[in-house]
């Protein structure tokens, strides 16, 4: 693929254009439907202009073939590159495309060269997948795991910050870290806790899954060593769409995760080898950067959360549920989670599904028992009272 010119053509872009502000338009799903999806969280519906912009692209391939129309076109993937780069407050330099934010994480877990006895910092409720892939290395290379336990449903962030902050020796080699976790919505205090890991020498890879295009932030402020997200859960975007960033003194010190190159080198195309791939979704990201609308994300992140207060007073005084929160109001976000007291998670969601066409997540980890909410851009004020009416009914 012709991507040689990729990298100049996003740094003029970014002096002509400067920074881009990511926002939302209201779109109704792209076709009619009486079913009420409250997971945007795991993998959402595409807006309804990334699914034509999908739609005529794949139009486009039946007409010549893949590889030439995604070479043609490869300005559209750059103009995604660019734009992310843009809206996180980083170079285009440091971010290459990827499948989803799995395949990102991984690409910085296995292009760590880590030596036996190095120590990988991780949390219980890191994503699942992440810590499986931190047990292999643990298998295979001999380093050290080192989890960090927390109450997500009931520890201050104080408490979670002193769980970090004892994790770390003179061995800690790399900090794997969430933003927002995916069980209950809980937002890590990520900022005090990688200021903790920059005083240990320790770089940080960041899980930002739940956190891209959902709550207001820039790397920069951040400042993690490395950035996984995707496309196609907050950001509305195609699935099967993700990112890596990586800080430019980094990117020559990560293997890339395919044969891009034989080497390691400061260049970060080294990281977006693609190959085959769904072209029509990489073509399409980009279009998420263009809709049209009067809502930035902290506005709509704002009616997320009003609507998830809303079904929170309403559960109230149910019984049968309790909110996975720690303290009072702390809706805080798009995502929230309920531990059922007495029902199984998948009858209860199944039940939501099949009587209402309410779809839910059944949570079920550890001791983390119940469902999840997480609401989209295009949840209202009556699907939340379908959603209360449905809950107490099956309750
Ligand atoms: C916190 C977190 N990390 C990683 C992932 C994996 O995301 P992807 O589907 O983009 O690989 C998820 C998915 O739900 C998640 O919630």
């Known amino acids: 693929m012709h991507r040689r010119s990729f990298i100049k053509y996003s740094t003029i872009l970014t002096s002509v254009l400067g920074s881009s502000k990511l926002i939302f ?10 079913i009420t999806n409250l997971d945007i969280a795991a993998t959402a519906v595409p807006c309804d202009e990334i699914m034509k912009e999908h739609d005529y692209w794949s139009r486009q391939i039946e007409k010549s073939s893949p590889y030439h129309v995604w070479n043609q076109n490869i300005k559209n993937a750059e103009l995604a590159n660019f734009r992310t780069a843009s809206q996180l407050n980083v170079t285009s330099e440091e971010i290459a495309l990827s499948r989803n934010t799995t395949e990102a994480i991984d690409t910085i877990l296995r292009g760590i060269e880590f030596q036996k006895g190095d120590e990988i910092i991780y949390c219980i409720y890191d994503y699942p997948f992440v810590q499986n892939t931190i047990r292999q290395l643990e298998k295979r290379y001999g380093i050290n795991p080192v989890p ?19 994790a770390f020796s003179p061995k800690t080699k790399l900090l794997c870290l969430t933003h927002i976790l995916n069980w209950n919505g809980r937002k890590l205090p990520v900022e005090e ?13 960041l899980d930002g ?3 891209f295009a959902h709550i207001p932030f820039l790397l ?3 400042d993690p060593d490395y950035f996984a997200a995707c496309y196609h859960k907050w950001f509305r975007g195609p699935l099967g769409t993700g990112f890596i960033h990586i800080k430019k003194d980094n990117v020559e010190k990560i293997w890339p995760l395919h044969g891009e190159n034989q080497k390691r080198s400061g260049n970060i195309e080294n990281f977006q080898h693609l190959s085959t791939l769904d072209f029509p979704a990489f073509l399409s990201i980009n279009k998420g950067f263009e809709w049209i609308s009067q809502h930035s994300i902290a506005a709509e992140l704002s009616r997320k959360k009003s609507l998830n207060q809303k079904i929170y007073d309403a559960f109230r005084n149910v019984n049968g ?21 007495s029902e199984d998670p998948g009858k209860f969601v199944n039940r939501m599904y099949e009587e209402h066409k309410i779809i839910l997540k059944p949570i079920r980890y550890r001791t983390l028992n119940g469902f999840r909410i997480s609401i989209s851009d295009d949840i209202g004020e009556k699907d939340v009272e379908l959603l209360i009416d449905a809950v107490k009914k099956e309750l």
């Open 25 to 34: 338009a209201k779109n109704a799903l792209p076709l009619e439907s009486a």
């Open 148 to 166: 960090v336990y927390i109450n997500i449903n009931a520890d201050p962030d104080q408490t979670i910050i002193n769980a970090y902050k004892k």
């Open 193 to 205: 806790i990688i200021a903790i890991a920059k005083r240990n020498n320790t770089k940080v890879l």
């Open 209 to 211: 899954a739940q956190s």
């Open 220 to 222: 920069d402020d951040l």
């Open 321 to 341: 549920i309790s909110p996975m929160i720690p303290g009072r109001n702390y809706v805080r976000n798009g995502i929230l989670s309920y531990s059922l007291l």
